[in-house]
T-cell receptor
Framework: GENVEQHPSTLSVQEGDSAVIKCTYS??????FPWYKQELGKGPQLIID?????GEKKDQRIAVTLNKTAKHFSLHITETQPEDSAVYFC???????????FGQGTELSVKP | NAGVMQNPRHLVRRRGQEARLRCSPM?????VYWYRQLPEEGLKFMVY????????ESGMPKERFSAEFPKEGPSILRIQQVVRGDSAAYFC?????????????FGEGSRLTVL
């Protein structure tokens, strides 16, 4: 079935600490895994993505890792800042039907 | 290049009325997706459309909900005889013709409140 599980649902860190959000997916055929950031009252914005032929990708303070064997992928944010506070969604692209299935979201709070 | 445009941003309807939500994809994008977000919940897939075709509507309720993406004009998500449980944010996203990239660009959403 089409399912993406995301943990934790809420995460509170001190400014400067790291934050890690984890997701698992069910379809071994999935090959594209984006992460979206949603600020209050706004639409989701793509922040980083990874494809199945890559194990890790980094963009400044944000990195994503992918373990295809275990069907896990994770978002890592280092040196967190208050403006990183938002809801983060992982997603997996299901070729059958051609659509993104989203995780439940993680509300990240970075305390100054 | 304008992003995905949705309107109205906020819509209030009484039970039994109809709601129409519109979405204009990014320029050059011919794939449109509608997602629903209930308060403090994730994004639930509803329907995937290409011009004049519904590709996947597996996430859309069988009754009262319909979607279209005509050859000309925006995509429309229509909810007939709304009920309180339809209150949610409805997000539209679009992607390029070469959707193997998988990248979806989202609009700001339409927030429906049913009284």
């Amino acid at each position: 079935g089409e399912n993406v599980e995301q943990h934790p649902s809420t995460l509170s860190v001190q400014e400067g600490d790291s934050a890690v959000i984890k997701c698992t997916y069910s379809d071994s055929a999935s090959n594209y895994f984006p992460w979206y950031k949603q600020e209050l009252g706004k639409g989701p914005q793509l922040i980083i993505d990874i494809r199945s032929n890559v194990g890790e990708k980094k963009d400044q303070r944000i990195a994503v890792t992918l373990n295809k064997t275990a069907k896990h992928f994770s978002l890592h944010i280092t040196e967190t800042q208050p403006e990183d506070s938002a809801v983060y969604f992982c997603a997996a692209y299901y070729n059958q039907g051609g659509k993104l299935i989203f995780g439940q979201g993680t509300e990240l709070s970075v305390k100054p | 290049n304008a992003g995905v445009m949705q309107n109205p941003r906020h819509l209030v309807r009484r039970r039994g009325q109809e709601a129409r939500l519109r979405c204009s994809p990014m320029k050059g994008h011919s794939h449109v997706y509608w997602y629903r977000q209930l308060p403090e919940e994730g994004l639930k897939f509803m329907v995937y459309l290409q011009k004049e075709n519904i590709i996947d509507e597996s996430g859309m309720p069988k009754e009262r909900f319909s979607a279209e993406f005509p050859k000309e004009g925006p995509s429309i998500l229509r909810i007939q005889q709304v009920v309180r449980g339809d209150s949610a944010a409805y997000f539209c996203a679009s992607s390029l013709l070469d959707w193997d990239t998988g990248e979806l660009f989202f609009g700001e959403g339409s927030r429906l409140t049913v009284l």
